[in-house]
């Protein structure tokens, strides 16, 4: 929530822990930290969630059970440390929420709304450990994971008329079960994805001095400049002339 740590998990070097990461660590693993710039005068903060062993199962059996992923041979689970670090998606950062407001409650149902909200914390963790794995890794699953080729198309041909026939004949489905199944594994849709991969590479150019926000309309993949503007200041907050400028004060 608050200041800088670093973490030290057994198998893996240490790492910064920063506000908006969330880190998955075992039952009974061994975990230490250090908070390099802790002070009185600036603490700090963070969230810990411990989840019982059996609601996890249950989650994850229930999930394998009627929403299997899109590949049988990696069924749903909390995945081990190499995908333990995790950059918070707004999904999670709004599931890690509503569990906080929940535990302050005092409604008479706090128990039974804490447990929906824990599930649902489950599956916003492993949808973003899938986004990890499959989005930021794909090279890696290029020809054991159809969403990998999926994600490839997309990144190598940002700027073109990226159709939904396309990728999902990639991913051998159809346009529906495409659609379906790639939401229940990564937590957003097709169509969401480009968008956000269209913005980091939109945020991207707007470092270069020279390149004006007409110009990196174009090249982010966007062919109207208003909706690009309008779409930027809605996941940014400021437009991306504003972005530009604070990147050069």
């Known amino acids: 929530l608050r200041g800088k740590k670093v973490m030290h998990l057994p198998d893996r070097p240490a790492f910064d822990y920063l506000p908006g990461e969330t880190v998955v660590v075992g039952e009974d693993e061994l975990m230490e930290i250090d908070f390099p710039e802790a002070c009185l005068c600036q603490p700090t903060q963070c969230l810990a969630v411990a989840i019982a062993p059996d609601s996890i199962r249950q989650t994850v059996d229930l999930l394998n059970e009627r929403y299997p992923r899109a590949e049988t041979h990696t069924p749903w689970a909390l995945a081990g440390p190499e995908y333990a670090h995790l950059t918070n998606t707004p999904e999670l950062?709004?599931?890690?929420?509503?569990?906080?407001?929940?535990?302050?409650?005092?409604?008479?149902?706090?128990?039974?709304?804490?447990?929906?909200?824990?599930?649902?914390?489950?599956?916003?963790?492993?949808?973003?450990?899938?986004?990890?794995?499959?989005f930021n890794d794909y090279a890696r699953h290029l020809t054991t994971h159809r969403f990998a080729a999926v994600v490839h198309h997309i990144k190598e041909h940002l700027t073109d008329n990226l159709s939904v026939e396309k990728l999902s004949a990639l991913a051998c489905m159809s346009k529906a079960t495409f659609f379906r199944v790639f939401k229940r594994e990564f937590g957003l849709t097709p169509v969401e994805y480009i968008v956000r991969e269209r913005l980091a590479e939109a945020k991207r150019l707007l470092r270069q001095p020279l390149a004006s926000v007409a110009e990196v309309c174009l090249r982010a993949g966007f062919n109207n400049l208003s909706y690009f503007q309008a779409l930027f200041k809605k996941h940014e907050g400021i437009t991306p002339g504003a972005y530009k400028k604070q990147l050069i004060a």
Do not use: P, Y
């Open 93 to 134: 950062t709004g599931t890690l929420e509503r569990l906080v407001a929940v535990s302050r409650t005092t409604d008479v149902a706090k128990d039974v709304l804490a447990g929906f909200t824990l599930q649902e914390l489950l599956v916003r963790l492993m949808q973003t450990q899938a986004r990890e794995l499959i």
